[in-house]
């Protein structure tokens, strides 16, 4: 074997990518460009495992501007104002080293943002993990949510929501996955396509350093000693300090129109932008790394190619208005350095020491990228798992207890300790705080505002990825609608295992198969998103988790409704409850099972649901809206009770249901209504011409739940065992 | 019983922004002799027994120290 | 009236705090951290966020800004200054107020509404409340635990330097009701002349019932009356 050849596979290619290589250049690479192929060919920037399937998701609508292939996604929202989103995932990191893992997956996912000319408006973040009796996993969670505090709270977005679940699943791979949303106001957007042979090429931002260059050490070999191991540390450490200035300066800078493009630097740093930037502006580039500021002497082109340095972007700029980019670089104390040169032969090339270190065709390493179909194959375990029947199990005898237990279980209860340590207030946009079905923040200037959410049930996924992912697009899009929003937009965030197995490719494509259904559906197009396989350790993959992060308009901020009851409204639900505890938090929090068929969505069902409540919330028709999902409609309730400090008097008809099946099945479809008294025959009328089963099930009163005098329980203890277990046992290890 | 101190620095080639943060206002302030500032914890304890030294070293590297980024120093006197 | 919102690098309630005075109706500038001459403001705002990233200590580095000097006159001739958690917290470094701040006992980072009740309602800016009104605005810090030397403190109290504690919905001020560790509950404090306050709570974000709450307004209602009265001094 040639050395080169080793050293390519070493660094992850196959020995047939590998000569594809040589077939492209008609030459043998240099060691630095097989590093370049080897991050620009991964799977992680070139999707090549997923793109075949991403490619039929739609991604279409009259109100999207930018569909995906750029920074992030971007949506018409009307009054010459439009709207950023993105997700993307940190999971490895964040698994090595937690803070600094999560604080720069939310650096990177900010930076997308305001690359595109957005300043940042709201922050989320959905997170897995493993249970919290094992100590190193609360140790993760409070590493994470720290992380995620001090970036986010020092740049000044707010936190505003999220979610987090524990399974077992997730105990050596947790999930970090950072979802931002940006507002930009006027027609211009940044692209990242390179234009303009003779444009200056700049990189702004943090110097150059050996971070997170680890996994190339096999380069190394030969120009350092054992003893320089330290030198390649591959934790990326986060300056949010910097990104704040970055944000500054990189909104003057539209705002003076002093930008060709733009593009932030995500994983694999110079390489990644100048072959992207590059390829999409059908141009070439040439850069000298010796005009890189470098944070570390004596650094080798492979290692500033490949380092993942945070805070830095890459922008081009025509060189007369280069003083006035300076300008605004130097207001804003952020460092910048004329770095090469744009051209138009296509290709990137790279100089280092006047030495001739990769000149390689931009395309070949963003667009002719090898494309695998692997083999999809159902795992065996889907079969015994949906044959599995919940009724089989005996209920509990004590239903109060039941539901006292799932409401404090980790993943019901509130995440008050972990909001709390986040700033969701600042810009002062807030409208719903955090514990809402979806965050809502204004628009200020306008009467619109937006709500965000982020969903994916990871056991329904795993119990059947297909119906779980149409459920986490229905999901989202209902909590929007219970705010009082219109769904848009969906960003996504596809969390799987190794994708060459069989077993986890079928999970895979179920998944997305099940996605383009709801989607399309639900006129939600997916604009921008991200892949991250390989979450796997010991053979053991995580559960199949598809986030859907989705953007939804709210007209006019008096359409905004959140969950809590008030004193003395009608309650009515909305939807079928069926026999559905497959998957269900009572299954897993009582009788310590992930079993049985998830629950199953109707999407002509959902939409005409969806309809009905965003119109009855638009006459003014609802005092209080809540989507029954997680713990099932006994849970729902109860939070309505705890947001709104009253109690509720219900009477559930539940036929051939069982009393536990009425409380706790997770059916979809279905949402809880409070309106004036006066109101509910207008909802009912709303309902039936929507054909949507409506019933009238109670009144919010008193100071307890009570439910057909079974369930009765007071709300001093349901608000205690909600608000009080998630900290009791991430701090006190207790459960 | 001997007094002990522990240095804990960030690892080298480890970004230190608030360490590069200060250097600059210092810079700012007229120092401009002053580079490679780095920022570390310094902590002191007091111990007994006779492997104190082994049980520092345990205690910097499962606690005091997190060993992904950071580098320690251990003091003991007397 | 016109507000002058001082911008430090890392500052992120400055367009809040904007925008919050706009929202009155009231004139207001950006004043960037190297101005080193400005004049005609009536009051100068010292906004919350993370100014230098809040390394080393928070405000330990903001202080030495070119700004500062400036506005260290600005206070001696008798201007009105309020500076919001991270501005507090610079004023401390600056030594325009006494004390200085600890981290939360809690060790996190914590953001909620609080309440707070009005110690001294005789100030240029506390002069819409009424004496012991409890009033609910949010906190959103990790570095809001207050600290003076006990002589420090007898001397705030001899002086009613003491403006807001943090409290219960009553109005009870034992130490339970305190979020973060804070001296006696110590939330806002002004200096012995009456016209720089520092507070931890973020008045600019209790301005409307859609964010929780009206509250604040209060604090900028008062600069804006005490200003009409000709207390403070614009400097020109």
Request: proline residues 4%; aromatic residues 6%.
């Amino acid at each position: 074997m040639s050395d080169l050849l080793s050293i390519a596979l070493e660094l992850g290619l196959k020995e047939d990518e590998y000569s594809r290589i040589v077939k492209i250049l008609g030459r043998q690479p240099t060691k630095t460009e097989i590093a370049m192929y080897s991050v620009m060919w991964s799977e992680h920037c070139a999707y090549k495992h997923s793109r075949k399937l991403l490619s039929k998701l739609p991604k279409s609508s009259p109100y999207v501007l930018q569909g995906p292939g750029e920074n992030a996604g971007i949506i018409n929202i009307g009054e010459d104002k439009a709207i950023a989103l993105k997700m993307e995932s940190h999971n490895h990191p964040s698994a090595v080293e937690p803070f600094q893992g999560a604080a720069t997956g939310v650096g990177g996912i900010v930076r997308d943002i305001f690359t595109m000319g957005a300043r940042p408006i709201a922050s989320m973040n959905s997170l897995r993990f493993g249970n919290l009796s094992n100590p190193r996993q609360r140790y993760l969670i409070d590493g994470v949510v720290d992380g995620i505090a001090q970036y986010g709270n020092c740049i000044g977005v707010p936190t505003v929501g999220g979610e987090i679940y524990f399974e077992d699943a997730y105990a050596e791979n947790c999930l970090v996955n950072a979802m931002c949303v940006g507002l930009l106001e006027g027609e211009k957007i940044i692209m990242s396509g390179a234009a303009g042979p003779g444009n200056l090429v700049i990189l702004m931002g943090s110097k150059t350093g050996r971070d997170g260059i680890g996994g190339c050490s096999v380069l190394a070999s030969e120009e350092f000693d054992e003893t320089s191991a330290n030198k390649r540390p591959s934790v990326q450490v986060g300056n949010p300090f910097m990104e704040k200035l970055l944000i500054e300066a990189v909104l003057e800078l539209k705002g003076k129109d002093l930008l060709v493009a733009l593009q932030d630097f995500g994983a694999a740093g110079i390489t990644c932008s100048s072959c992207e930037m590059s390829s999409k502006g059908e141009a070439g580039m040439e850069l000298d790394l010796d005009k890189v500021p470098q944070r570390e002497p004596n650094m080798a082109a492979y290692e500033m190619m490949m380092s993942e340095s945070q805070e830095r972007m890459m922008a081009v700029v025509t060189p007369e208005k280069l003083e006035q980019f300076m300008e605004v670089c130097d207001k804003w104390e952020v460092p910048a350095s004329v770095v090469g040169k744009v051209t138009d032969d296509g290709m990137v090339t790279i100089r280092h020491k006047g030495r001739l270190e990769a000149q390689l065709p931009s395309k070949s390493l963003t667009d002719d990228i090898p494309i695998y179909c692997p083999e999809a194959k159902e795992p065996p375990y889907i079969k015994e798992v949906q044959s599995f029947d919940p009724l089989s199990l005996k209920e509990p005898d004590d239903l109060n207890e039941a539901l006292l237990s799932i409401l404090g279980s980790p993943d019901v209860a509130s995440k008050k300790w972990v909001y709390s340590q986040y700033d969701h207030m600042v810009q002062t946009n807030t409208l719903l705080l955090p514990g809402s079905d979806a965050a809502v923040v204004g628009i200020k200037g306008t009467n619109k505002a937006i709500a965000i959410t982020t969903d994916c049930n990871g056991r329904h996924c795993y119990l059947d990825p297909y119906e779980g992912t149409k459920e986490a697009v229905a999901e989202a899009a209902r909590n929007i609608v219970c705010c009082g929003g219109k769904p848009l937009a969906v960003t996504d965030c596809l969390n799987f295992g190794n994708p060459e197995k069989p077993h986890i490719f079928w999970q895979f494509s179920q998944s997305i198969e099940g996605m383009i259904e709801a989607c399309k559906a639900l006129d939600t197009p997916v604009v921008s998103g991200n892949v991250s396989f390989y979450n796997e350790s010991f053979g053991e993959a995580i559960y199949p988790t598809p986030t859907i992060g989705m953007v939804g308009i709210i007209e006019d901020i008096k359409h905004i409704t959140s969950i809590a009851f008030k004193e003395g409204d009608a309650i009515i639900l909305l939807g079928e409850t069926k026999a559905e505890l497959g998957g269900s938090q009572y299954l897993k929090v009582i009788h310590n099972k992930i079993s049985g068929k998830p629950p199953a969505v109707d999407l002509e069902k959902e939409k005409s649901l969806q309809e009905a409540v965003l119109a009855a919330i638009k006459q003014g028709l609802v005092s209080s809206a809540h989507d029954s999902s997680d713990g099932g409609l006994a849970i729902a309730l109860a939070k309505c009770c705890i947001a709104g400090g009253v109690g509720a008097w219900i009477s559930l008809e539940y036929n051939n249901l069982s009393f536990a099946q009425a409380l706790f099945s997770e059916s979809n479809s279905r949402v809880i209504i409070s309106c004036k008294a006066d109101n509910a025959q207008k909802i009912q009328a709303l309902c039936e011409n929507n054909k949507i089963t409506c019933q009238n099930i109670g009144q919010a009163t008193g100071q307890s739940l009570s439910i057909n005098n079974t369930i009765n329980l007071p709300l001093g203890k349901l608000r205690d065992v909600y608000e009080k277990s998630l900290e009791k046992q991430i701090v006190g290890g207790k459960s | 019983m001997a007094k002990a101190k522990v240095f804990v620095t960030l690892k080298e080639g480890i970004l230190d922004p608030q360490g590069q943060t200060v250097e600059n206002a210092l810079k700012n302030l007229g120092y401009n002799n002053v580079s490679n500032l780095r920022i570390g914890k310094y902590i002191t304890l007091d111990i007994e027994g006779d492997n104190t030294k082994k049980e520092l070293e345990e205690m910097s590297h499962k606690l005091l120290a997190n060993p992904i980024i950071e580098d320690y120093q251990i003091e003991i006197e007397g | 009236m016109k507000f002058g919102v001082l911008v430090f690098p890392g500052s992120n309630c400055d367009t809040d705090c904007h925008w919050a005075v706009s929202e009155l109706g009231q004139e207001v500038d950006y004043i960037w951290h190297h101005q080193t001459d400005f004049n005609g403001y009536d009051c100068l705002i010292l906004p919350g966020g993370f100014s230098y990233g809040d390394f080393l200590r928070s405000g330990a580095i903001a202080r030495f800004s070119p700004v500062m000097k400036k506005v260290k006159q600005y206070a001696q001739t008798g201007g009105l200054i309020i500076g919001i958690c991270n501005g507090f917290q610079i004023l401390l470094e600056a030594g325009l107020l006494p004390g200085a701040m600890k981290r939360n006992d809690s060790l996190k980072f914590i953001c909620r509404h609080v309440n707070l009740k009005t110690e001294n309602n005789q100030t240029s800016f506390t002069n819409k409340f009424t004496h012991g009104q409890v009033v609910s605005i949010p906190i959103a810090h990790n570095e809001g635990s207050y600290f003076a030397d006990e002589a420090t403190l007898k001397v705030l109290k001899e002086n009613n330097q003491i403006i807001f504690r943090y409290c219960s919905e009553t109005g009870n001020t034992s130490e339970k009701y305190c979020p973060n560790g804070a001296l006696e509950n110590i939330a806002g404090i002004c200096n012995k002349e009456g016209n720089v306050l520092g507070m931890m709570p973020h008045p600019e974000r209790a301005m409307s019932d859609m964010l929780g709450s009206s509250d604040g307004r209060m604090v900028f209602e008062s600069i804006i009356a005490a200003s009409l009265q000709g207390r403070g001094k614009r400097d020109e």
